[in-house]
């Protein structure tokens, strides 16, 4: 691993001119990819993206994970584990194409609306759901395509760290709530919750860490605007032959997830107590 990375940071204090890459350092790169608008437009699409997935993903997860922990037999939390992780038997790219068949112009969704007759920009203002806001004239090759297709495929690795550290509580410490007068929504929230944070906190960096940097997704269900930093990085390495730019945003992307990630973990021990 060391030695890529460290090829990565060395080519991003280079230049290049087609087939000629000048080995000279300099910073010319990074000041580019600083005040250049579109490059920040693109990073900031890409932190909203992944932190949108993350919390759509985490919010949906915890429920899962509470049920099966507190609420499923133990005899058959194996079988409801086994099913969680059924997406993974199919390739993630064959997913992707499965909700480019769901959101398509004529795909499923817009044709069991259309066939209720549902006024899809009446239903946008209503709900105010993301995609809905955008027209579902086309809810493919959009930014909220993008977060729907990877809330589905993150979903897994947000369920099943949180369930491990929802089983690792202690049953007798609610108990003992209860008996000190708390009730099941004050105990949860006294309790359970803290219990839970480590998991809730792996399941945040598991999702959010790799959503950023995904490539296929925002290629191929994204559209022009929702493109993501990974998908310049690829155009500015094989479609405008400029490795050490593609290497910056590289590397800007790293430390940006690097101090995102380090920033939760510290929150996280903040707001538990742990030094």
């Not at 691993?1 to 300099?26: C, E, K």
């Amino acid at each position: 691993m060391a030695g890529p990375l460290l090829a990565i940071v060395v080519f991003s204090f280079w230049t290049q001119d087609y087939l000629t890459v000048d080995r000279t350092l300099t910073l010319a790169n990074y000041r580019e990819a600083f005040t250049d608008p579109i490059y920040r437009a693109i990073m900031l699409r890409s932190l909203w993206i992944s932190g949108l997935v993350t919390l759509i993903t985490v919010l949906l997860a915890f429920p899962v994970a509470y049920f099966v922990s507190f609420h499923v037999q133990p005899s058959k939390k194996s079988l409801w584990l086994f099913l969680i992780t059924i997406p993974f038997w199919t390739s993630y790219l064959l997913r992707i194409f499965l909700w480019k068949v769901i959101l398509g112009f004529n795909g499923v969704l817009n044709s069991v609306l259309a066939y209720v007759n549902v006024p899809l920009e009446a239903l946008g203002n209503a709900t105010g759901i993301l995609w809905m806001q955008e027209g579902l004239s086309a809810p493919l090759y959009s930014a909220s395509a993008v977060v729907l297709t990877l809330s589905h495929a993150f979903a897994p690795f947000a369920i099943l760290p949180i369930f491990v550290a929802l089983e690792k509580i202690d049953r007798s410490l609610l108990e003992a709530a209860r008996d000190l007068g708390e009730t099941a929504v004050t105990a949860f929230i006294r309790v359970t919750l803290p219990l839970a944070a480590p998991g809730v906190v792996a399941a945040l960096l598991i999702v959010f860490i790799p959503t950023v940097g995904d490539y296929v997704t925002p290629a191929q269900v994204g559209g022009p605007g929702g493109l993501m930093i990974a998908n310049m990085i690829q155009t500015q390495f094989l479609g405008l032959n400029n490795a050490p730019m593609g290497a910056t945003l590289a590397v800007i992307a790293m430390l940006i997830v690097t101090v995102i990630a380090l920033a939760t973990v510290w929150l996280a021990r903040r707001l538990s107590g742990v030094r």
